[in-house]
T-cell receptor, first 112, second 115 residues
Framework: KNQVEQSPQSLIILEGKNCTLQ??????????LRWYKQDTGRGPVSLTI?????NTKSNGRYTATLDADTKQSSLHITASQLSDSASYIC???????????FGTGTQLKVEL | DTAVSQTPKYLVTQMGNDKSIKCEQN?????MYWYKQDSKKFLKIMFS???????INETVPNRFSPKSPDKAHLNLHINSLELGDSAVYFC??????????????FGQGTRLTVV
C-alpha cells in the first residue's frame, strides 16, 4: 500500500464548479506537504507547500488544508476552469528533506 | 529562458542499447534530481545530487548511472536498456534539499520508449 493515498483517482466536473481533492498519508517523520499540478506532457509545477504548523494556504483559486494530527490534506479548487484539467499530485517530504513520497495523483477533467 | 531543460524530449531505442539523457538548470540551485514516472503516472525519485555529490540513490538497477559534471548539470546514462525502462524521466532542481519552503522546479520530461 502506498504511503501517500489520494482520492478520487479521477474526477470530471463542469466549468465553474468547485471540487476538493483528498490526500491521506502515513509516512513520517513529517517535514512538509506539497501539492503539484501536472499538465499532460509537462513536468509537475508546485501549487503549495505546507509545514506542520500551517492549516490552510491559498494560491489564487487553489486552497490547501492540512491536518497533521489525522495526517490528511485537501486541495480545494474554486470556480474551475478548463485549464485546471491536469493531474494533481500530493507529495509528503519526510526527515531532513531528502525523502519524498509521491501520491498516485488525481486526474481532474473540467468540461464545458 | 527554460529553468530546467532536458534533452531529448523523446527517445525511442532498441533493447540492449546504451543511451543518455541530459539535464541542465540555470537557476543556480545546489540540488538536482532524477525521477521516473511510470505508465500509471506514479512519480518515484531515482537519484539526488547536492553540490555534485550523490545524496539519494533509491533502489535503481546498476544500469542507471547519474553523472554530475558540475552543479548545473545532472545527466542520466542507461546501459543495456530493457523494455521495462520505458517511462517518462523527469529532471528537477531545488535551491537545496526539500526543507521548508524549498521549491522544486521540474523539466519537461523525456519520454523513453524501448522497443
Amino acid at each position: 500500500k502506498n504511503q501517500v493515498e489520494q482520492s478520487p483517482q479521477s474526477l470530471i466536473i463542469l466549468e465553474g464548479k468547485n471540487c476538493t481533492l483528498q490526500c491521506n498519508y502515513t509516512v513520517s517523520p513529517f517535514s512538509n506537504l506539497r501539492w503539484y499540478k501536472q499538465d499532460t506532457g509537462r513536468g509537475p509545477v508546485s501549487l503549495t507547500i505546507m509545514t506542520f504548523s500551517e492549516n490552510t494556504k491559498s494560491n489564487g483559486r487553489y486552497t490547501a488544508t492540512l491536518d497533521a494530527d489525522t495526517k490528511q490534506s485537501s486541495l480545494h479548487i474554486t470556480a474551475s476552469q478548463l485549464s485546471d484539467s491536469a493531474s494533481y499530485i500530493c507529495v509528503v517530504v519526510t526527515g531532513g528533506g531528502n525523502k519524498l513520497t509521491f501520491g498516485t495523483g488525481t486526474q481532474l477533467k473540467v468540461e464545458l | 529562458d527554460t529553468a530546467v531543460s532536458q534533452t531529448p524530449k523523446y527517445l525511442v531505442t532498441q533493447m540492449g542499447n546504451d543511451k543518455s539523457i541530459k539535464c541542465e538548470q540555470n537557476l543556480g540551485h545546489d540540488t538536482m534530481y532524477w525521477y521516473k514516472q511510470d505508465s500509471k503516472k506514479f512519480l518515484k525519485i531515482m537519484f539526488s545530487y547536492n553540490n555534485k555529490e550523490l545524496i539519494i540513490n533509491e533502489t535503481v538497477p546498476n544500469r542507471f548511472s547519474p553523472k554530475s559534471p558540475d552543479k548545473a548539470h545532472l545527466n542520466l546514462h542507461i546501459n543495456s536498456l530493457e523494455l521495462g525502462d520505458s517511462a517518462v524521466y523527469f529532471c528537477a532542481s531545488s535551491l537545496n534539499l526539500f526543507s521548508r519552503n524549498t521549491e522544486a522546479f521540474f523539466g519537461q520530461g523525456t519520454r523513453l520508449t524501448v522497443v
